[in-house]
């Protein structure tokens, strides 16, 4: 896929009204695409839509199955059928296992997980009818190592990497290509709510390397859908933390240990 072909493509985009999302969103629709944006947050909706043609936007739930299914069809019957879905809906709530809500663990999932699984329902018979498309699901690299304090948004994030894995593997043969994208840390709104939350320790495995712009992740993500990858990681200290875990788990978790060690002292 080349930039020309996003021309008049239907692309949908879930969480698409703040952070990564909104960057994709606007990168895709200079990019001559139809993009539809689904998320909760109508105020934010509201001023995107502001922003014309060729932007749609509806209001949902993506772990509301129903919700969702409503607000897709109204997108399809504004910009036709989806060909393209970047699925970037997330929520994260960090702090220490013993002390998280039960709830947690079930909201992290029902949304991290489920809402793509939800979204991707939606849009694959279709694409498998026309034996063309693109599925785009942003996990992280709490999905790759999960890391103290992310004991609820960690498994979902690990669950999303599972489905790209298998749906890549199955979708293939009916040409539809199937990527996951595992950003670190992103300057977003959602990194900043979850600031106040984090454990001392998480704040030093962190590190102190600065956050990526949700506009640079954008265009790696739609860099890499372009050149058909089916693992995009952004940024260059990211693709090697994610290469150490799958290298070396047992140097990366004495390193982890001795961060955490340190911390908690």
Known sequence: M???????????VTGGSSGIGLALVRLLAARGA??????????????LHREGEPIATASADVADPDALRHAVAALQER??????AILCAGTVLPGYFTELPA?????QMEVNYFGIVNAVRLVVPGMVERRE???????STAGVIGLLGYSAYAPSKFAVRGLCDSLRMELKPHGIHVAGVYPADVDTPQLAFEKPFKPKELVALSGTV?????????AEVVRGVERRKAVIRPGLANRLLCAAAGGLPGLLASYCDSV?????R
């Not at 080349?2 to 949908?12: E, Y």
């Not at 498309?133 to 996990?139: K, W």
């Open 2 to 12: 080349s930039k020309r072909d996003w021309t008049g493509r239907h692309v949908l």
């Open 34 to 47: 139809h993009v539809s944006v689904v998320a909760r947050d109508e105020s934010k909706l509201a001023a």
């Open 79 to 84: 910009h036709g059928p989806v060909r393209d």
């Open 103 to 107: 709830d947690t663990f079930r909201d």
């Open 133 to 139: 498309g693109t599925i785009t699901c942003v996990s």
């Open 210 to 218: 600065e956050p990526m712009s949700p506009q640079r992740v954008a």
């Open 260 to 264: 955490v060690a340190k911390a908690s």
